[in-house]
């Protein structure tokens, strides 16, 4: 039971249609995760901002307490 060139050409058109289908599902699947991952990148820059801010006040605050305490040492100590 061979198929003829007109049965095996249309069952290869309709495979082609199929993976086709699917090839397009996958681009809207990947296109909405792109666009996801951009709003998480977003996010993440804005926390990492805040963590940075937040450790510049800390190290000013260090610094800060670190000189008093040896001004209030040489004071103490003379």
Same mark, same amino acid.
């Given at each position: 039971?061979?198929?003829? &060139?007109? !049965?095996? %050409?249309?069952?290869?058109?309709? %495979? ?7 090839? !397009? #599902?996958?681009?809207?699947? &990947? ?5 996801? &991952?951009?709003?998480? #990148?977003? %996010?993440? %820059?804005?926390?990492? !901002? ?9 190290? &000013? ?18």
């Amino acid at each position: 039971m061979k198929k003829t &060139v007109t !049965e095996h %050409r249309q069952e290869v058109e309709q %495979r082609l249609a199929n993976v086709e289908t699917h090839v !397009e #599902n996958i681009y809207h699947h &990947v296109k909405r995760i792109e666009h996801l &991952v951009e709003l998480q #990148n977003g %996010r993440v %820059r804005k926390n990492e !901002e805040q963590i940075a801010k937040w450790k510049g006040v800390a190290t &000013v605050v260090g610094f800060l307490c670190a000189g008093i305490i040896t001004l209030l040492s040489i004071l103490l100590g003379a």
